[in-house]
């Protein structure tokens, strides 16, 4: 069954097109990457995904449920880490879950399992009463991965989630993801930029530039049919630019505050 499937969703700002008429399809239980540089329209569509953004036409469809139509419901089912933190540094991480398990509305007798399940399985049992404040952006960003899935969602959406990461704590992440594909049978959608990370995690990747879907396979099938020996080459191939645009000044400042925050 589709976890994700959008048609020609489409979403504007004045007469700047963000997304164009985007047509894409997720399997249930896939890891799936959504690349491009900065400003290609990732963000944005996530956005739309996960109810944050109306689209301005098209339609998106999530675990079978249209995201205009029932997005109450598809809030329920789905699971969202966002670029920036969402932890609260002056608590605990196990007071963040427990916040976060009321507002998903884990049942209350399951509530305290629950809580103590995800901080085990992120591997943060002997962090979870301590300070936010106090971990590394690893371990924070193994706390939000768990804030997101207390409610055991079908869909999770993580938009860059190793952003300002170093490489060990991007594996540990890593790990964290796929464990969860394969303990729950979760669905995973990503956005990055980083082609390495999307070559090690994804099952089918989305390459969008310009506010375009220009290209969708497994990482194997695009460098197949690029004649590319990596993603990096095959993505240059495929939109004559380089991934690393550096972008706009509001990027490079979100990007440096984020990995000042996590450092």
């Not at 449920?65 to 670029?83: C, E, F, N, W």
């Not at 932890?87 to 103590?116: C, H, M, Q, W």
């Not at 399940?117 to 300070?131: C, R």
Request: proline share 3%.
């Amino acid at each position: 069954m589709l976890a994700v499937q959008t048609d020609k969703l489409t979403c504007q700002f004045g007469k700047f097109t963000a997304v164009g008429a985007l047509d894409l399809s997720v399997e249930g239980g896939e890891i799936f990457g959504l690349l491009g540089p900065n400003g290609a329209g990732k963000t944005t569509t996530i956005k739309m995904l996960t109810t944050l953004l109306p689209p301005t036409s098209g339609r998106a469809m999530v675990n079978n449920l249209d995201v205009v139509k029932h997005a109450s419901q598809v809030r329920r089912t789905i699971g969202y880490v966002p670029q920036m933190l969402s932890a609260d540094a002056s608590l605990t991480g196990y007071e963040n879950l427990l916040i976060f398990g009321k507002l998903y509305e884990v049942p209350r007798n399951e509530l305290e399992s629950r809580v103590r399940q995800a901080i085990d399985s992120m591997g943060l049992s002997e962090f979870g009463d301590k300070m936010v404040r106090t971990y590394s952006g690893g371990m924070i960003r193994r706390l939000e991965i768990a804030q997101s899935t207390l409610h055991h969602p079908k869909v999770l959406f993580l938009d860059e989630p190793t952003i300002g990461l170093d490489p060990l704590a991007r594996r540990a992440v890593w790990e964290m993801m796929t464990k969860l594909r394969e303990d729950y049978g979760t669905t995973l959608f990503l956005t990055t930029h980083l082609m390495d990370e999307a070559d090690a995690l994804c099952d089918h990747i989305g390459i969008m530039h310009k506010s375009k879907l220009v290209a969708v396979g497994s990482p194997k099938e695009l460098k197949e049919k690029t004649g590319a020996n990596t993603l990096d080459d095959a993505f240059i191939h495929l939109t004559g630019n380089l991934i690393e645009t550096g972008g706009s000044y509001r990027d490079i400042q979100r990007e440096r505050q984020t990995a000042r925050r996590l450092g």
